[in-house]
T-cell receptor, first 112, second 113 residues
Framework: DTEVTQTPKHLVMGMTNKKSLKCEQHMGHRAMYWYKQKAKKPPELMFVYSYEKLSINESVPSRFSPECPNSSLLNLHLHALQPEDSALYLC???????????FGQGTRLTVV | SQELEQSPQSLIVQEGKNLTINCTSSKTLYGLYWYKQKYGEGLIFLMMLQKGGEEKSHEKITAKLDEKKQQSSLHITASQPSHAGIYLCGADRTTSGTYKYIFGTGTRLKVLA
């Protein structure tokens, strides 16, 4: 199994809603990542978890709250988002000490 | 400016033509990765280059790393419509065990049948 599975694939939410994005991998990877990608732009790193601990937070607003409940799961909790947060959110994982990352198909988020 | 700059930004080629995409880093490269992304989808890992002068091939795609120039090139031979997508170079900026990858500005490739 070399897949990173993200759910949902599409999400439309209002600015007062609370929602969560989910990412799952069963490759035994201990590094997991959240990226945000706006149209026609490269992915921008948001968070990195290493051994289930948050190791990087790229100055992401607190309305995005990551959670890594176990070594296979990574969540991104969303609350009070703005329309400019609409983007493709990509999850990735990699083996620690190995550089190539595996990416999920992404969640297309629209904030209305 | 971006730490990893790619050129060209976009490319339209006729099927069967060869093409080259470049990725230049403003910092020393210790590892350079190439990914392909279909529009609106996740990234597919193509290959990784770790040593200066290293060259790798995957089907009709060849990538080289010039460490001194802090540059990598991706060459596609006899392009096909299936090669269309966004090509992204990525660099490992891991420090002290904190894993981090960054991406280049991207090159959008369209192949005309």
């Amino acid at each position: 199994d070399t897949e990173v599975t993200q759910t949902p694939k599409h999400l439309v939410m209002g600015m007062t809603n609370k929602k969560s994005l989910k990412c799952e991998q069963h490759m035994g990877h201990r590094a997991m990542y959240w990226y945000k990608q706006k149209a026609k732009k490269p992915p921008e790193l948001m968070f990195v978890y290493s051994y289930e601990k948050l190791s990087i937070n790229e100055s992401v607003p607190s309305r995005f709250s990551p959670e890594c409940p176990n070594s296979s799961l990574l969540n991104l909790h969303l609350h009070a988002l703005q329309p400019e947060d609409s983007a493709l959110y990509l999850c990735a994982s990699s083996r620690t000490g190995r550089p190539e990352a595996f990416f999920g198909q992404g969640t297309r988020l629209t904030v209305v | 400016s971006q730490e990893l700059e790619q050129s060209p930004q976009s490319l339209i080629v006729q099927e069967g033509k060869n093409l080259t995409i470049n990725c230049t880093s403003s910092k020393t490269l210790y590892g350079l990765y190439w990914y392909k992304q279909k529009y609106g989808e996740g990234l597919i890992f193509l290959m990784m280059l770790q040593k200066g002068g290293e060259e790798k091939s995957h089907e009709k795609i060849t990538a080289k790393l010039d460490e001194k120039k802090q540059q990598s090139s991706l060459h596609i031979t006899a392009s096909q419509p299936s090669h269309a997508g966004i090509y992204l170079c990525g660099a490992d900026r891991t420090t002290s065990g904190t894993y981090k990858y960054i991406f280049g500005t991207g090159t959008r490739l369209k192949v005309l049948a």
